[in-house]
C-alpha cells in the first residue's frame, strides 16, 4: 500500500503559478503510475496529468497541454504538479492518486490509492 497527501494548493490570481507536491509513504511511488486528478463543484473528477513509473513518459488532459508540468523525485518520494499561467476554469480540489497497472492510464476508476486533496482557487 501507500499514502498520498497533498500540499501547495492555495489562492492564486489569474496568469500566476502554484506547485502542487505528492508525499508518498509506504510503498514507494516507483511502483505505481502517478496521476493529478481534479474536481470542480457539482462536475465529474477528471484527469490532468500522470507520469509512469519509469519517469520516462507523461500524459496530460488537453486542457492543460503546455502550462502544466508533472514531475516525480524517487529520492524524496513526491509527485510534483508545476501549474503555470492559471485560468479561472483550473478552480478545482486537486487529488493526487497511484496507480499498479500495467499502463499509463487517464481514467480515474483505475487508481488504487487517492490523497485527500488540495484546494486550488484561482482568481479572475
Known amino acids: 500500500q501507500v499514502q498520498l497527501v497533498e500540499s501547495g494548493g492555495g489562492l492564486v490570481q489569474a496568469g500566476g503559478s502554484l506547485r502542487l507536491s505528492c508525499a508518498a509513504s509506504?510503498?514507494?511511488?516507483?511502483?505505481?503510475?502517478m496521476g493529478w486528478f481534479r474536481q470542480a463543484p457539482g462536475k465529474e473528477r477528471e484527469f490532468v496529468a500522470a507520469?509512469?513509473?519509469?519517469?520516462?513518459?507523461?500524459s496530460y488532459a488537453d486542457s492543460v497541454k503546455g502550462r502544466f508540468t508533472i514531475s516525480g523525485d524517487n529520492a524524496k518520494n513526491t509527485v510534483y504538479l508545476q501549474m503555470n499561467s492559471l485560468k479561472p476554469e483550473d478552480t478545482a480540489v486537486y487529488y493526487c492518486a497511484a496507480d499498479s497497472g500495467q499502463m499509463l492510464r487517464v481514467t480515474p476508476k483505475y487508481y488504487d490509492y487517492w490523497g485527500q486533496g488540495t484546494q486550488v482557487t484561482v482568481s479572475s
Open positions: 509506504g510503498r514507494s511511488f516507483s511502483n505505481y503510475h
Open positions: 507520469i509512469a513509473r519509469s519517469g520516462g513518459s507523461t
